[in-house]
């Protein structure tokens, strides 16, 4: 370990030594100290050493929120194992997907995810056994996650740097299947930094874990309390009511939200008596009529906005009440730039692709080198949304690109919005939608979902020879269908993933 490095594990020895008998977790009637929590990490550090992982191994955890969760987190970073932090909300196929996908040495599971897990083992011949974790009953072929406990060797020192991979969060789908986006120690440390910042955080302070902890944004926030030295206090799946309990009860003073979480907690506050006051902070995104509700209800509160992903974590924000509809300006880790399709900046005030420089942009996708590279083209990460500057360098999100999404006949890359701007240059197309579908010679073959214009007429073979004409022939559509109308977003966009439900496309 450098000179230079401070890892997740760090921040938990920091805090056993400076606020030992502080409340670091609480979960349920589990209260843990900071002192608590360190020892408890270390005894699981050594007990999945015993158990033959080390740095770099995967552990593939399907579960709800628990003080397990975390403890299997601190013990990751201190021994550099990597945790794959799986949706629970999947269906079986996903999870298989995902686990096989990066190839776990050992697989935690809630109780209500151990039937999925056993039919699911045997066809991925890297796990070696499987854990509980979390409340519920043990199941068959599962060790209790009490058993990793051990003493031995505790206290053991590991060499491991910030630049560590920690987890792995499937993300944006390519070519229908997700993406492992990998995050390493130092990523969630930067990000951490940037979280206390905005909310002031301190000791003092309490974040009320209603989100995931497969979710980077609930992980976020959870290390960022961590690194203020304060109490993470979190639910094992969000329920307004105990939410409201627990930012009574432990004084919550930050949380994350997406809708519809604080809609359903101002519905449930409405109709009872509950003391919210102690909040200060709430950041995610959710509409303004909520917002505007939450402020009313809660008017020592701020309620923070901005635009992220999980490649790159927190990338610009600031209080919704500052620059209304605005996604904020750059974190003080992150710089941005608009780019156009050259990566070429664009002027102030125009749209251009979202990409970042930043210690918190992730490592790359697991075991996608071809797609690490090209997000990471040029020396920016590419995020594949559209924004735009206003004078005063706030930034506004747009749209997302549709060149995220790559369509590849017989291994050439082609981007969907090519095709579609070529396709409305021809004055008979009013709208459309250019998705990839499964070919048997090709691979993928290009189609496209058309919209006629009012009292305009153009057949299939006459628009792919009109497009043939203008761009690369292995470019053109190989299948044309045309349609009423296209379905929309909230937003009024193109909803290009009901799009490909409606039409064969690799989803």
């Not at 406990?149 to 789908?173: C, K, Q, R, W």
Request: glycine share 10%; charged share 25%; proline share 4%.
């Amino acid at each position: 370990m450098g000179v230079r490095d401070y890892t997740i594990y760090d921040v938990i020895c920091r805090n056993a030594e400076i606020y030992p008998h502080r409340d670091a977790i609480v979960y349920k009637e589990s209260r843990l100290t900071h002192k608590e929590f360190k020892q408890k990490c270390d005894q699981i550090a050594a007990g999945l050493t015993k158990a033959g992982i080390s740095k770099g191994d995967r552990m593939g955890v399907v579960a709800h929120n628990s003080d397990e969760y975390l403890i299997l987190y601190g013990a990751a970073a201190k021994i550099g194992a990597i945790v794959l932090a799986v949706n629970w909300r999947f269906q079986l196929d996903e999870i298989h997907y995902v686990l096989n996908d990066c190839t776990p040495k050992i697989v935690f599971a809630g109780s209500e995810y151990q039937q999925t897990i056993s039919e699911i083992k045997s066809k991925i011949k890297t796990i070696e056994h499987c854990y509980t974790i979390g409340a519920g009953e043990n199941g068959k072929g599962f060790i209790p996650f009490s058993q990793l406990y051990s003493d031995e060797n505790m206290n053991e020192l590991f060499d491991i740097p910030m630049d560590s991979g920690f987890v792995i969060i499937h993300t944006a789908a390519v070519e229908g299947k997700p993406r492992g986006a990998l995050l390493s120690q130092g990523n969630l440390i930067y990000a951490g930094l940037i979280t206390m910042r905005n909310f002031n955080l301190t000791k003092d302070d309490c974040h009320i874990g209603v989100l995931p902890l497969f979710h980077v944004a609930g992980l976020n926030l959870s290390i960022a309390m961590m690194q203020a030295g304060g109490k993470n206090a979190i639910l094992e799946r969000f329920d307004p009511e105990t939410a409201l309990q627990l930012i009574e009860k432990e004084k919550g003073t930050a949380l994350f939200n997406f809708a519809p979480i604080l809609g359903m907690m101002m519905d449930v506050y409405e109709k009872g008596t509950y003391d919210v006051s102690s909040i200060r902070h709430v950041t995610g995104m959710d509409s303004a009529e909520n917002i505007l509700r939450f402020m009313k209800l809660a008017p020592q509160a701020r309620y923070h906005t901005g635009f992220g992903q999980t490649e790159a974590l927190g990338v610009s924000g600031c209080p919704v009440d500052e620059k209304p509809g605005s996604a904020g300006k750059p974190t003080f880790l992150a710089k941005v730039a608009l780019l156009d399709d050259h990566d070429a900046m664009v002027p102030t005030g125009q749209p251009g692709e979202i990409c970042v420089k930043s210690p918190t942009v992730f490592l790359g996708y697991w075991g996608r080198a071809d797609e690490t590279a090209y997000t990471f083209r040029n020396g920016w990460h590419h995020t594949g949304d559209i924004g735009r500057f206003d004078e005063q360098g706030y930034l506004w999100y747009v749209k997302r690109k549709a060149q995220k999404e790559l369509i590849k006949p017989g291994g050439e890359n082609v981007y969907p919005a090519e095709v579609e701007q070529t396709i409305l240059e021809h004055e008979a197309v009013d709208e459309v939608c250019v998705i990839g579908v499964a070919d048997k010679k090709w691979g993928e073959a290009i189609k496209a979902v058309c919209v006629r214009a009012h009292g305009k007429t153009v057949e299939e073979n006459e628009l792919k020879e009109f497009v043939a004409q203008r761009i690369a022939r292995y470019k053109k559509p190989q299948i044309i269908v045309f349609v009423d109308s296209l379905p929309k977003n909230e937003r009024g966009e193109i909803n290009r993933d009901q799009v490909k439900k409606d039409h064969g496309g690799k989803y």
